[in-house]
């Protein structure tokens, strides 16, 4: 319960912290922050093959991706950091909905911690579910990345 | 492991709301992809949460499922940055209004 807290508390100060700075070069390391803090909350729930992918595809690739452009426009900070007054309203508007969705959502049913099978979490158990039951989707997702590539080389290209 | 899984679903809401605040808030077209990363991870948390709750693995099969999708929409958004910004030399998305009716 304790690690809960602390991972919770400092996950959402460092989500707070990416999306209200200014410069985008630290709200980009806040990300990563948040992203090894969400890692640590998968190692807590026993999902340990997804915390492992957690923090090498998303801590490691794709925010090294997201660093190198943020480089490679140069880094400016922003002017103003509110949008336009419709913009606000909605954000607004949303947020309260979602605290309100918030409070009726906390029920005091607790993760049922009763004879966990040894393997669940592995490598393994994910891998039998991936390639049986799940092996068309999984499909599809090469077809995605493919389709993926194919765009960001053709949306890379075109100017030079 | 004693957490309610009410209090994950709650973490996952708030850290998806802080992430749609970004995108409705910022104007700095990375840092609105970076909010967009927020929400996807914030709904991971829910799946593995109630992978857990459920003592089913199909949650993190679908995790894996997102992290393929957040890994193509970054790298597609982001050539999609440098396009714009080749042609524009704005990351503003106030000032990319050409496309407005």
């Known amino acids: 319960m304790t690690a809960f807290w602390i991972l919770a508390t400092l996950a959402v100060l460092s989500a707070i912290v990416t999306i209200l700075h200014r410069s985008p070069v630290y709200g980009a390391l806040a990300l990563v922050q948040t992203l090894l803090l969400i890692a640590a909350m998968f190692a807590l729930l026993d999902a340990h093959l997804v915390a492992f992918l957690q923090v090498i595809v998303y801590a490691g690739a794709i925010m090294v991706l997201f660093l190198f452009v943020i480089m490679l426009l140069g880094a400016e900070d922003e002017v103003r950091l509110e949008g336009r007054s419709a913009l606000r309203l909605g954000a607004l508007v949303s947020a309260v909905a979602l605290a309100f969705e918030l409070a009726t959502v906390v029920v005091a049913k607790r993760v049922d911690g009763s004879a966990l099978p040894a393997s669940f979490g592995s490598t393994e158990a994910l891998a039998e579910r991936l390639f049986s039951r799940w092996a068309l989707p999984f499909e599809l997702t090469s077809l995605l990345l493919m389709v993926a590539v194919v765009g960001a080389v053709v949306l890379a290209r075109r100017k030079a | ?101």
């Open chain 2, 1 to 101: 492991m004693t957490v309610p899984i009410g209090h994950w679903l709650a973490l996952s809401a708030v850290l998806f709301s802080i992430g749609a605040v970004g995108v409705l808030l910022r104007r700095n077209l990375i840092v609105v992809l970076m909010a967009i990363e927020i929400m996807l991870n914030a709904v991971n948390v829910a799946f593995v949460a109630l992978s857990r709750h459920l003592q089913s693995m199909d949650g993190q099969v679908i995790v894996f499922f997102v992290m393929t999708v957040a890994a193509a929409e970054a790298a597609v958004g982001l050539a999609i940055i440098l396009a714009v910004f080749a042609q524009r030399r704005t990351l503003n998305a106030d000032e990319l209004g050409r496309l407005r009716g």
